[in-house]
């Protein structure tokens, strides 16, 4: 089975603080995503990377960095919490292949409370 | 740039009835991915189904059919003999053929079965 794990459930952090989110996936997968997800607005991705230390932008970047040194992690960054990032983040993970598209397999998320 | 669509944010429905989802989405594209996911609560994500744009047949998967009308760029999800189980959020989302997998979701759509 795929396992893509998130270093916490829950997260309480004060504004202003840098923030990390970890994301890992033992499943070999070349993409990986982060999304956040907020009540009535669906899931927004935030960034993805298709390779080791590749990343691109997705819809809603701003505030974010991400990092990527191994095949098998993503971090997502907060540089600075604003109490506006308050939100579940989601991390997840799929294949790269050519002839058609893989699902996406999603991590738990993580329940940010920014104070 | 693609935008998807769900216009029922709560339904519910008696166990063992049968309940359809809508998703509505827009693209300029001739070959593309659909998908339904399943979010339960306190749970991850899982897909349930998907639909490749160039297939005319609509997918199935045991209780779980898609309605996939091309030229009215709809989408909707249709599950029979609903069972307590299937309580959960739902997205829809769409993906372009080529690129990195980029997924744009819906906002979700609440469902609540009712024993």
């Known amino acids: 089975d795929v396992k893509v794990t998130q270093s916490s459930r829950y997260l309480v952090k004060r504004t202003g603080e840098k923030v990390f989110l970890e994301c890992v996936q033992d499943m070999d997968h070349e993409n990986m995503f982060w999304y956040r997800q907020d009540p009535g607005l669906g899931l927004r991705l935030i960034y993805f990377s298709y390779d080791v230390k590749m990343k691109e932008k997705g819809d809603i970047p701003e505030g974010y960095s991400v990092s990527r040194e191994k095949k098998e992690r993503f971090s997502l960054i907060l540089e600075s919490a604003s109490t506006n990032q308050t939100s579940m983040y989601l991390c997840a993970s799929s294949p790269q292949t050519r002839s058609s598209y893989n699902e996406q397999f999603f991590g738990p998320g993580t329940r940010l409370t920014v104070l | 740039a693609q935008t998807v669509t769900q216009s029922q944010p709560e339904m519910s429905v008696q166990e063992a009835e049968t309940v359809t989802l809508s998703c509505t989405y827009d693209?300029?594209?001739?070959?593309?991915?659909l998908f339904w996911y399943k979010q339960p609560p306190s749970r991850q994500m899982i897909l349930v189904i998907r639909q490749e744009a160039y297939k005319q047949q609509n997918a199935t998967e045991n209780r779980f059919s898609v309605n996939f009308q091309k030229a009215a760029k709809s989408f909707s999800l249709k599950i029979s003999d609903s069972q307590l189980g299937d309580t959960a959020m739902y997205f829809c989302a769409f993906c372009n053929s080529g690129g990195y997998q980029k997924v744009t979701f819906g906002t979700g759509t609440k469902l609540q079965v009712i024993p």
């Open positions: 693209t300029s594209e001739s070959n593309y991915y």
